[in-house]
């Protein structure tokens, strides 16, 4: 049964400094692996996919990689901003499903 | 552009009654999946469907929820006979194809609260 482990569950930075939020899954037969954005109650916002074959994407200040070999995806966001305030989720796609399965995210705060 | 739409946004329902809640995907979109989200806990899959077809419900609880996406309209996610249990943010979601490989838009969400 595949599991998503987010670390840290919350993190506070100040405005400026690059971070890292870190996924971890237990099956590495995984065809996707999503990063969505979700502020307080509203919807998500995927902001990058990557496929199975891709070792990362890019989007803006926004940085992905997957090692799929090792379970493991990080989420890179240079010079953090008050608006990228928000809980970041993982999200992983099994080989022939179409379900996500969900990490309980990193809640991100970063304070002016 | 329309994106997923969700109503209502926020649900209040005594224990025994009915809950239904509707998404209308994006345009185009003829995939929705229903996530729910309870506190504390991540999205968990619920069920997948096509139009007028269930695909995969094998994340939906056996007894009192049902799910569908008829030909014209909405998807309905209804919940019978709601418990204090049910209470959780549902999220509707839609793709244009099959969601391997394709990105998934949200809805914002319904708020389920059960009294």
């Known amino acids: 049964k595949q599991e998503v482990t987010q670390i840290p569950a919350a993190l506070s930075v100040p405005e400026g400094e690059n971070l890292v939020l870190n996924c971890s899954f237990t099956?590495?037969?995984?065809?996707?692996l999503q990063w969505f954005r979700q502020d307080p109650g509203k919807g998500l916002t995927s902001l990058l996919l990557?496929?199975?074959?891709?070792r990362e994407q890019t989007s803006g200040r926004l940085n992905a990689s997957l090692d799929k070999s090792s379970g493991r995806s990080t989420l890179y966001i240079a010079a953090s901003q008050p608006g990228d305030s928000a809980t970041y989720l993982c999200?992983?796609?099994?080989?022939?499903?179409?379900?996500?399965?969900f990490g309980k995210g990193t809640k991100l705060t970063v304070n002016p | 552009n329309a994106g997923v739409m969700q109503n209502p946004r926020h649900l209040v329902r005594r224990r025994g009654q009915e809950a239904r809640l509707r998404c209308s995907p994006m345009?185009?979109?003829?995939?929705v999946y229903w996530y729910r989200q309870l506190p504390e806990e991540g999205l968990k899959f619920m069920v997948y469907?096509?139009?007028?077809?269930?695909?995969?419900e094998s994340g939906m609880p056996k007894e009192r929820f049902s799910a569908e996406f008829p030909k014209e309209g909405p998807s309905i996610l209804r919940i019978q006979q709601v418990v204090r249990g049910d209470s959780a943010a549902y999220f509707c979601?839609?793709?244009?194809?099959?969601?391997?490989?394709?990105?998934?838009?949200f809805g914002s969400g319904t708020q389920l609260s059960v009294l």
């Open positions: 979601a839609s793709s244009r194809d099959r969601a391997l490989g394709e990105k998934l838009f």
């Open positions: 099956d590495s037969a995984i065809y996707n």
């Open positions: 990557i496929q199975s074959s891709q």
């Open positions: 999200a992983v796609a099994q080989g022939g499903s179409e379900k996500l399965v």
């Open positions: 345009k185009g979109h003829s995939h």
């Open positions: 469907l096509q139009k007028e077809n269930i695909i995969d």
